[in-house]
Nanobody, 124 residues
């Protein structure tokens, strides 16, 4: 089992950057695939990015491709989401998710463990 705690959200102007972090508990972090999802008010939770256990394979939603970068540091039990060129439509609560498997999924239903979320607000 793993517990996840996100940090790094905040208020930023359009065009700015933020880096989200997700710290995981447990000694088997490297065996989990990790994902980032987001949920805007009145909308369903949507996939943002995912990364496999080694960091060698990464996946992105089309809406963030080229602007966001996911990475992980297994020695620190942490996964990151670097968000650049932020847009007002990126405003949402961002959630970190984990699943004990080898292949990352783009579906929120495939992740068993979730953090509490961190708010990202991008002003125009």
């Amino acid at each position: 089992q793993v517990q996840l705690v996100e940090s790094g959200g905040g208020l930023v102007q359009a065009g700015g950057s933020l880096r989200l972090s997700c710290a995981a508990s447990g000694r088997t972090f490297s065996r989990y695939v990790m994902g980032w999802f987001r949920q805007a008010p009145g909308k369903e939770r949507e996939f943002v990015s995912a990364i496999n256990w080694s960091g060698g394979s990464t996946y992105y939603a089309d809406s963030v491709k080229g602007r966001f970068t996911i990475s992980r540091d297994n020695a620190k039990n942490t996964v990151y989401l670097q968000m650049n060129s932020l847009k007002p439509e990126d405003t949402a609560v961002y959630y970190c998710a984990a699943e004990y498997t080898t292949m990352p999924s783009l579906s929120r239903y495939e992740y068993s463990y979730w953090g509490q979320g961190t708010q990202v607000t991008v002003s125009s």
